[in-house]
């Protein structure tokens, strides 16, 4: 995954230590109820879209941007389908980062899906019964969004119950 300007600048002086930032995940929808897909660069893995919204930037807009600049596909976002902290990656420079991701559900308004930037080595739709392996972070995201729950978020469970306390 390109590293964002903002984030090389401060890295610049916050060095490797742990950044808390924001992150945006789309699950993407045809009118066939195929889900779109992309094999990360970085991994050779399938997964979900997302990305890092830029600084001032709408997490709805960013789902709409790294959709397009992944794949070359319009999307609409119809609704948030989860929001969760997850857990600290370390990438193999030693930079630490923590992600808040927000996940939108949305739907194809244009565009044909291709390969857009150097991110993905593929990408394209898959029906629900024919996905391909993915880390469960992604496929925890696709169950929610075949659903019509309200959104997820991770501890509201526990907060509840310590709210009754």
């Given at each position: ?95 630490v980062c923590q992600f808040m991701d927000i996940c939108f559900r949305c739907r ?58």
């Open positions: 995954m390109a590293t964002p300007d903002f984030i090389r600048e401060l890295r610049a002086t916050a060095g490797h230590q742990l950044l808390w930032m924001p992150g945006v995940s789309a699950i993407v929808f045809d009118d066939q109820g195929r889900v779109l897909l992309g094999r990360r660069a970085d991994n050779g893995r399938w997964s979900i879209i997302g990305g890092i919204p830029e600084p001032g930037e709408q997490p709805a807009a960013t789902a709409v941007r790294e959709v397009y600049e992944e794949t070359a596909v319009h999307v609409v976002p119809e609704r948030v389908l989860l929001v969760e902290a997850l857990d600290p990656v370390t990438y193999p420079n030693g930079d194809v308004v244009g565009g044909e899906a291709k390969v857009n930037d150097d991110e993905s080595l593929e990408v394209g739709w898959f029906s629900l019964d024919a996905l391909p392996a993915m880390e469960e972070f992604a496929m925890t995201r696709i169950k929610q969004a075949t659903g019509d729950e309200p959104t997820w978020f991770r501890g509201i469970d526990d907060a509840a119950e310590s709210a009754r306390r």
